[in-house]
């Protein structure tokens, strides 16, 4: 993969620099002053200890970005977005043993801070997850499209794709936010009373789910089937409980919700990849 860029005009929209293109707009909403896909080499670093003019939009397609202020760094991995308002310095390079790539554009407009707003993109030092990659780069591939189009419409027609654009990412943050939240009431419950047996065919039914939407929805969200998750908190509570107490492993293995000592014994030693006696005793 390559990196791209277009521009509106030459001019490079730095603070101090006159900039035609990247001055606040009166005549539209929103107005694009150049875009492009960067491929950030392992250790180069892009910075602007000054910024830009306008805004400027990152969107990670692949690998980690590191992201720097002076005071903290902030990790912004695939499908995040970044998004640094105007005379904000920025200074970031790829966390990625392979090459990381990402999306830009800068833009500014008449009514920017309130479309940002209400489409809940937020300004760094906030990185926002999303969970639709390809349509988001689709949205960016026809915005460069559009730099093509060099006639008296282009401007109007980069400002309509834009906003396309920046839709496509507020309701790719939300989608997300809700997915994150519509698992909520089981996944409190198994947090509150997995010592205790917990039929999966319960929990769908809390989220008003089938049992095969249930675990695929549980593993999207968690990242591993809710029966491991079960499993890791207990064997987490295990660990703890062999470390900093003298409880027989019997009766810990009761408190983690196993009354099989053999039982328990074979499923700590399958994830810890000891038995729980040897774990104790390296402890």
């Known amino acids: 993969m390559e990196s791209i860029y277009h521009y509106l005009n030459e001019s ?3 603070v101090g620099e006159k900039n035609e293109g990247s001055r606040e707009s009166y005549t539209l909403p929103l107005i694009v002053n150049c875009a492009g896909r960067c491929v950030a080499y392992s250790g180069a670093v892009n910075d602007n200890p000054k910024g830009r003019l306008d805004y400027y939009l990152i969107y990670v397609i692949s690998g ?11 990790s912004a991995g695939s499908c995040s977005t ?9 200074k970031f390079f790829s966390n990625s043993k392979d090459d990381s790539s990402f999306l830009w554009v800068h833009f500014t407009g008449s009514n920017v801070e309130k479309i940002l707003r209400d489409y809940g993109i937020e300004p760094f030092p906030c990185v926002q997850k999303t969970n639709a990659q390809n349509s988001i780069s689709s949205k960016f591939k026809r915005l ?4 093509a189009k060099n006639d008296h419409l282009r401007e109007r027609d980069l400002s309509a794709l834009l906003d396309r654009l920046l839709i496509e990412v507020s309701r790719s943050i939300e989608s997300l ?7 909520s009431r089981s996944i409190r419950y198994i947090n509150e009373y997995f010592t205790t047996p917990i039929k999966i065919t319960e929990l769908a039914k809390m989220e008003k789910m089938c049992m095969t939407t249930y675990n695929l929805k549980f593993k999207k969200q968690v990242g591993i089937p809710p029966t491991k998750y079960i499993i890791k908190l207990r064997v987490d509570l295990a660990k703890e409980l062999l470390s900093q107490t003298a409880r027989p492993i019997r009766e810990i293995g009761e408190l983690c919700g196993y009354c099989d000592i053999n039982f328990f014994s074979k499923v700590f030693k399958e994830n810890v990849g000891v038995s729980p006696l040897m774990y104790r005793k390296r402890c």
Do not use: A, H, M, Q
């Not at 970044?82 to 920025?90: E, F, I, Q, S, W």
């Open 12 to 14: 490079s929209g730095n």
């Open 64 to 74: 980690e970005l590191k992201l720097c202020d002076g005071e903290r760094t902030i």
């Open 82 to 90: 970044v998004l640094y308002p105007p005379k904000t310095g920025y």
């Open 144 to 147: 460069f499209d559009g730099f």
């Open 177 to 183: 936010k809700t997915d994150s939240l519509s698992l």
